[in-house]
């Protein structure tokens, strides 16, 4: 009868095993972004966080949370006003402790931007450089907690970049191309000079015109160079679950099995 009971056991232990194994395989990411990696002093910026590769689950997550750091020297001090939930995720900040919690009425198993903090960078702090971090991140699907690595960020205080200068040199240059010379006539008719002046003017249409459109296109790519993205410096590999804890759960009862029959076998023997 004892022997049939530490059969039993054994079977129960492999099969837990054999699930808490399966539960270890879940995993997500988490990024951090802002629209620029260099903003003026005195100035208000954001970061956003988004979650993505969620090998979450059959449902996905419905609550995220972890510790924000950032540098007191460089950043004003926010609040609970500055973290916003996105898309539909209810945030929560304590200002002592620096944890931020983020929970939905419906679960999430796709990429998705979950919160935004507004952040401002103190006066006087123009050279110098910043870090805001989202560290001890976990999600949950209501069964178990699934961890994320760390995330940051770093923010240089000064001019936003090279690339607005350049553009501003351009147009500068566009707009002296754009003086039109009207050479001195000394002997031509009326008639004629009706003709010269019209055509300078046709030209000087078609010249600015052209200088318009390299002055847009100039600023439309400065405007896209600008955007910059940090994410985190590791990504989660992605592991099916549901066939993980099937083929676990099948080859465990399959080994308790045998070593209960082989047990009984020498019960019998004996």
């Not at 530490?6 to 232990?13: A, E, G, K, P, T």
């Not at 976990?138 to 936003?160: Q, R």
């Not at 989660?236 to 993980?244: A, L």
């Amino acid at each position: 009868m004892k022997k049939k009971i530490f059969s039993m056991i054994l079977i129960i232990m492999v099969a837990i095993f054999a699930m808490s194994t399966a539960v270890n395989a879940l995993s997500f990411t988490a990024a951090m972004s802002t629209n620029s990696t260099t903003v003026q002093e005195a100035t208000e910026f954001t970061v956003r966080i988004r979650v993505s590769n969620l090998d979450v689950g059959t449902n996905g997550i419905n609550s995220l949370k972890g510790d924000l750091k950032y540098d007191t020297d460089i950043f004003e001090p926010i609040n609970e006003s500055s973290v916003i939930g996105l898309n539909k995720w209810n945030a929560t900040y304590d200002n002592t402790t620096g944890k931020i919690e983020l929970t939905k009425s419906m679960f999430v198993s796709s990429t998705q931007e979950v919160l935004s903090i507004t952040f401002k960078t103190k006066a006087g702090v123009t050279g110098k450089k910043g870090s805001i971090a989202f560290n001890n991140i976990t999600a949950s699907n209501s069964e178990t907690d699934i961890s994320a690595t760390d995330i940051s960020t770093s923010i240089t205080v000064g001019t936003p970049d090279s690339t607005n200068n350049t553009t501003n040199t351009a147009n500068t240059t566009n707009t002296s191309n754009n003086t039109l010379s009207i050479p001195t006539i000394t002997s031509n008719t009326n008639a004629n000079n009706t003709a010269n002046n019209t055509n300078n003017t046709n030209t000087a249409n078609r010249t600015n015109t052209t200088n318009v459109t390299n002055t847009n296109t100039s600023n439309v790519s400065s405007y896209v160079n600008t955007m910059t993205n940090t994410t985190s410096n590791e990504n989660m590999p992605k592991t099916g679950v549901s066939d993980t804890l099937l083929v676990l759960t099948v080859v465990a009862i399959a080994v308790a099995f045998g070593f209960y029959v082989k047990i009984e076998k020498l019960n019998k023997d004996m």
